[in-house]
């Protein structure tokens, strides 16, 4: 058995450290199912050294960094431009790139990845929502598999294969934690801190991931996502608070049955399942425990506290630049909120104002999407601007 190679986008961040650990697990099974031929990372140079030795890696990308190209006895690229580099330089028809890194700085190694003719296990949800018509395109062009990481579209993507069709999809609803402000009013939210909204009651994920889950604009963006991956429209996409992160997503079926799949939540598994896609093997996760399971609650979302999920519907009508406008838009308000610059609602009313203010307008090209990016974070940063003079 030949192993499958895999380059790893974002190694050192939580899903690029699940992936080496399925990976790991999988291997020790006594046959070498997979290799890593390349991985990449924005920062923590000294772990992606370790790595790179660790697993004899001959390409390694580091953006914020620079040195020796022959560390580790392996190839190295460094700078902005070093992840699409290494894969231009690796990359062969029929790898698959787990894209993990966080942002829209995901979007161009993607798009490099299936010009090499390589799979992608997509764990970047900015990269359909900022580029989902390029990306989708370009997959189908190329003849390769867009392979969902993120658990609720994973959740969906194993359902889907018992239908005929999406023709048989009613409606596909994504599961969401609800983060740690799910029960507090709009008076609360207004005084969170960026330490509390860091604190999540079920998933360990970076720092801007949990903040979009404490926002619940994770699930705007997953809807956005969800509508790339599986090609429905706004009406049929909707998301229902699910605070044990058992039931990954459900689909309503036209006949009126629904599927849901359910396991703990454990990266590992949706990680694992891309990996060895259409094959299921035994893996490191944990495994759901039946006798403990007492009870599933599911709670509506409150549009009001949380309007996210407007901001998707809206962005999936639009079309075009829309996606690029709330990603760039939200990046900004995140960062902005962590560093302690606004409110935790502020977070929405500058995306909401982002939308209403730039138009959407189509995208054809690479160079259009960071335009609309540029555009929005620009625009978003002047509005901070304005907003903290008033404060001040």
């Known amino acids: 058995m030949t192993a499958r190679r895999v380059i790893i986008l974002g190694a050192t961040g939580s899903i690029g450290r699940c992936t080496v650990e399925v990976i790991d697990a999988l291997n020790a099974r006594g046959e070498r199912a997979f290799e890593i031929v390349g991985v990449a ?4 140079a000294g772990e992606l050294e370790e790595l790179v030795a660790r697993h ?8 914020e ?4 190209s022959a560390r580790c006895g392996s190839t190295w690229h460094f700078g902005q431009d070093a992840v699409t580099s290494m894969i231009d330089s690796c990359a062969r028809p029929g790898d698959l790139v787990v894209a993990a890194m966080v ?6 190694p993607v798009l490099a990845a299936i010009e090499r ?7 970047n949800k900015e990269t359909l929502v900022a580029a989902g018509q390029l990306v989708t395109s370009a997959a189908q062009r190329h003849s390769v598999r867009i392979l969902p990481v993120d658990s609720e579209h994973n959740a969906v993507f194993q359902c889907l294969q018992a239908l005929g069709g999406v023709d048989e999809v009613a409606r596909l609803v994504l599961t969401a934690s609800g983060g740690p402000f799910r029960s507090l009013s709009r008076a609360e939210l207004a005084s969170v801190t960026p330490a509390a909204a860091l604190r999540h009651p079920t998933w360990v994920m ?4 949990t903040i979009d889950s404490a926002s619940m604009m994770n699930k705007a963006l997953e809807l956005i996502e969800a509508h790339w991956l599986f090609g429905l429209p706004a009406s049929k996409l909707d998301a229902i608070i699910h605070p044990q992160s058992i039931v990954h997503s459900f689909v ?5 049955s629904v599927l849901a799949q359910l396991s703990p939540p454990d990266m590992r598994l949706p990680i694992q399942h891309a990996l060895c896609w259409p094959k299921r093997m035994t893996g490191p996760a944990t495994k759901l425990d039946w006798t403990t399971l007492r009870s599933l609650q599911f709670e509506s979302v409150d549009h009001d506290r949380f309007p996210a999920l407007t901001f998707a519907w809206e962005v999936i009508r639009a079309g075009g630049s829309a996606g690029a406008t709330l990603n760039a838009a939200n990046e900004v308000a995140v960062e902005a909120f962590l560093a302690g610059h606004i409110p935790f609602p502020r977070i929405f009313e500058l995306v909401a104002d982002a939308l209403d203010a730039i138009a959407a307008r189509p995208v054809a090209t690479f160079d259009e999407v960071v335009e609309a990016d540029h555009q929005s974070r620009e625009w978003t940063r002047a509005k901070l601007t304005c907003f903290k003079s008033a404060c001040s």
């Open 206 to 209: 970076g720092a801007k991931v």
């Open 103 to 108: 942002g829209a700085a995901g979007i161009a």
């Open 41 to 44: 990372a924005r920062r923590n």
């Open 117 to 123: 003719g390589c799979d992608i296990a997509l764990a």
């Open 252 to 256: 309503e079926c036209v006949d009126g």
């Open 56 to 63: 004899r890696v001959p390409f390694a990308a580091l953006v």
């Open 65 to 68: 960094g620079s040195g020796d």
